[in-house]
């Protein structure tokens, strides 16, 4: 049996890229075959507001507190969100997350585009500060 080259790449060639929500970034390491494997990060005091897919994500935390559902998850923590699940995601103090999007099992739905952008931007999520008290 003869070996071949396997394809690879190193993070550190990845650009961040924007997502539809503010502050929130994906360094898209791979998307082919309905799979999609992702670092994302959100910037302080940002989430997403509450959503679902028709296919299947893992997200493992490496940094940060991530609160989704009001549920806190810290680093080290995998999360699986089924197809079809509603979910939220607040980061207060930033973080980063693997995230792994899959064909979900019953739908057979995959991702069609890791940032979200296809659904146009999402509308900010940042406390705006009162005129009045600054």
Do not use: C
């Not at 897919?53 to 940094?63: C, V």
């Not at 995998?78 to 980063?96: C, H, R, T, W």
Request: no cysteine.
């Amino acid at each position: 049996m003869q070996t071949q080259p396997l394809t690879a790449v190193n993070i550190k060639d990845v650009a961040w890229q924007e997502t539809r929500f503010e502050d929130v970034y994906i360094r898209l390491l791979s998307f082919r075959d309905g799979v999609v494997f992702e670092i994302q990060r959100f910037d302080g005091e940002n989430g997403t507001f509450p959503h679902q897919h028709d296919f299947r994500q893992l997200r493992y935390i490496l940094e940060g507190e991530f609160q989704v559902n009001g549920v806190p998850y810290g680093p080290g923590t995998l999360i699986d969100f089924p197809e079809k699940q509603p979910y939220e995601v607040s980061v207060p103090n930033g973080g980063q997350w693997i995230v792994v999007q899959l064909p979900g099992a019953t739908t057979g739905v995959a991702p069609t585009d890791p940032t979200g952008l296809e659904y146009g931007k999402a509308p900010s999520r940042r406390k705006r500060r009162d005129p009045e008290s600054a």
